[in-house]
């Protein structure tokens, strides 16, 4: 009985102290907790640097440290210390509770209640660590110092507040980010591009080929309108049409050109006369430096009152067709460039109208002229490029001789030298010198045969101002019974000036000298003409012409003086 009442009375004891042991321990945890956080985050009282006061500011923060606060206490301020527990109960009233309990009420409710009415508030501990200053120092015998510092700091405890980020000093911190990217364009892009000339006329889209096709009508004054010894004045209506076509291909080329005009007279003299001529073009490149080159040509004119066949009594001048054909093979290899070329040229005659009436008859004077060109050059430069051409050839007549018994088929042979320039578009082209003679199967007949010149030359001094000079040599027939022929020299230099965006201008003078084989006669012709196009739109224009020709000759009847003025309208597309 004195043993379970022992053991009923040391029960009881342990229940009584339980309370008060664990309220000494909840009071005594939080002074640890902080001296423990300041000398393990701070280092500041275990290390003995110094602590902030009224005589002695906090130190200035680096450019990436934090700015600290000073402490409230030592800008004279009351500190909040650290909540204080709520009070334990007494003794009595404790047990007056457990006395009051029944036995089989559950111990872990009783043992939780007590630990709630003992343990301080965590919030009102919470508070007051948020409030403490971060090098706020210890209470006075917290860290194991005697607290001299003064009495106002006695009830102080250590605590941290939050942090500032490590950017907090950064002066960029807040600027905003620059684009890395541009601007990116419409999927339109960025228009159409400034026209290099706003009066050219587009043209007609027909495939791969553009067109551009050219109507000019006007009226025309001539002071001889038959371009022959006494000739008289006229006015002549002359409707032109001409059609240019070139291809956009990427590795090929073709082109196409062609003209009509049709003249008559308005005052009633009778002239009637058409003229025009085709050309097509085929450029092929077929790989390895080698070219194909070919052309094809039609033209048909009345026949040039310079003539050297002169017809007696000829109310007219006969017609004249010619057919013309050709193609060229040319291989680069290295700085050497070599060529194959052949031609074939057809010339046909009308009939001629005679004054007394009836036609004479122009047959014996068809003819069909082919010819074989070996050509052979050096590209001493990018720009320049001399080169050696051999030429031989047979003109055939459709009749074996012609009306005065004359066999009038020749053999050709020619040999000239060069030069080839390209200089981009400031200066191309070409130009020869060299010798040519064909001579009759006739043995009555002389060779016609003397030197041989040429020239294609583009050149540009100026933007806007085209110089071009072209020449020719070329073997003339005969049927005048003892003449084999003549050689015909003829140039052209002409000069074309864009004066403003719409006006045009072009000055152009000829020359054309004539030696007829076996005699000492010369005929010489020479023109000069100036003309001027005012462009409206770039569909429309106006175009004025005024020319004057004059040829002279060692010949009777032949020397003839034409000067005539021209104004009309042009539409293009």
């Known amino acids: ?65 934090p700015v600290r606060a000073t402490p409230l206490s030592a800008q004279g301020a009351m500190a909040r210390t650290t909540a204080p527990a709520r009070p334990l109960k007494q003794t009595g009233e404790q047990d007056e509770e457990l006395d009051g309990a029944s036995a089989d009420e559950d111990r872990a409710a009783r043992a939780a209640r007590r630990r709630r009415d003992t343990l301080p508030d965590p919030t009102l501990a919470r508070r007051a660590d948020e409030t403490q200053a971060p090098d706020t120092p210890a209470a006075d015998g917290a860290d194991g110092t005697d607290g001299t510092d003064g009495s106002s700091d006695a009830g102080l405890v250590t605590g941290t507040v939050r942090a500032s980020r490590i950017d907090a000093a950064d002066p960029e911190r807040n600027a905003a980010a620059r684009p890395t990217t541009e601007r990116a364009m419409p999927l339109e892009g960025p228009g159409r591009p400034p026209e290099r000339d706003p009066y050219d006329a587009p043209g007609l889209r027909v495939g791969t080929f553009l067109l551009r096709p050219t109507l000019d009508q006007g009226i025309e004054w001539t002071s001889n309108a038959t371009n022959m010894a006494g000739g008289g004045s006229d006015f002549v209506s002359g409707t032109t049409l001409r059609l240019d076509a070139a291809s956009d291909w990427a590795r090929h080329s073709a082109s196409f ?27 092929l490149d077929l790989g390895h430096a080698l070219r ?135 200066l191309n082209g070409e130009i020869s010198a060299g010798w040519l003679s064909e001579k009759p199967d006739d043995a009555r007949l002389a060779a016609v045969s003397g030197l041989s010149a040429a020239a294609n030359v583009q050149w540009s001094p100026v933007r806007g101002t085209i110089v071009s000079l072209t020449g020719a040599t070329e073997v003339e027939g005969s049927t005048t019974p003892g003449q084999s022929g003549s050689l015909l020299y003829s140039s052209t230099l002409a000069v074309s000036r864009e004066l403003r965006a719409n006006l045009t201008g072009t000055a152009a003078l000829d020359a054309a000298w004539r030696r007829y084989a076996g005699t000492g006669d010369r005929d010489f012709t020479w023109g000069a003409e100036a003309s001027l196009t005012w462009w409206l739109w770039r569909y429309a224009g106006l175009k004025a012409r005024a020319r004057h020709e004059q040829t002279t000759s060692t010949l009777a009847g032949r020397d003839s003086r034409t000067t005539s003025v021209y104004l009309g309208v042009t539409l293009r597309r």
């Not at 423990?36 to 680096?62: E, F, M, N």
């Not at 009633?268 to 006369?273: A, I, N, T, V």
């Open 1 to 65: 009985m004195t043993r379970a009442r022992a053991t009923t009375g040391s029960r009881l004891l342990a229940r009584r102290m339980a309370p008060v042991v664990l309220a000494m321990l909840a009071a005594g945890w939080p002074l640890a907790a902080a001296a423990q956080q300041a000398d393990g985050l701070r280092g500041a009282l275990a290390s003995g640097a110094p602590t902030a006061g009224p005589l002695r500011p906090a130190p200035r923060a680096g450019p990436l440290d």
């Open 292 to 426: 194909l080159d070919s052309r094809l040509g039609y033209e048909r004119k009345p026949e040039e009152a310079s003539s050297p066949v002169s017809i007696a009594g000829a109310a007219s001048r006969p017609l004249r067709s010619t057919y013309s054909a050709g193609a060229g093979l040319e291989k680069t290899a290295g700085r050497l460039q070599l060529g194959l070329a052949g031609g074939l040229t057809r010339n046909t005659y009308g009939d001629v109208a005679l004054t007394g009436g009836g036609f004479l008859s122009q047959a014996d004077r068809n003819h069909t002229l082919y010819t074989a060109t070996l050509r052979g050059g050096y590209a001493a430069s990018p720009a320049l490029a001399p080169f050696l051409e051999a030429e031989t050839g047979r003109r055939l007549h459709d009749a074996a001789t012609d009306s005065a018994g004359y066999s009038r088929s020749a053999t050709r042979y020619g040999i000239r030298a060069g030069l080839a320039f390209d200089l981009g578009e400031k």
């Open 257 to 283: 050109d062609g003209y009509g005009t049709y003249r008559t007279s308005v005052t009633g003299s009778g002239l009637s006369e058409f003229r025009g001529a085709a050309n097509a073009a085929l450029h």
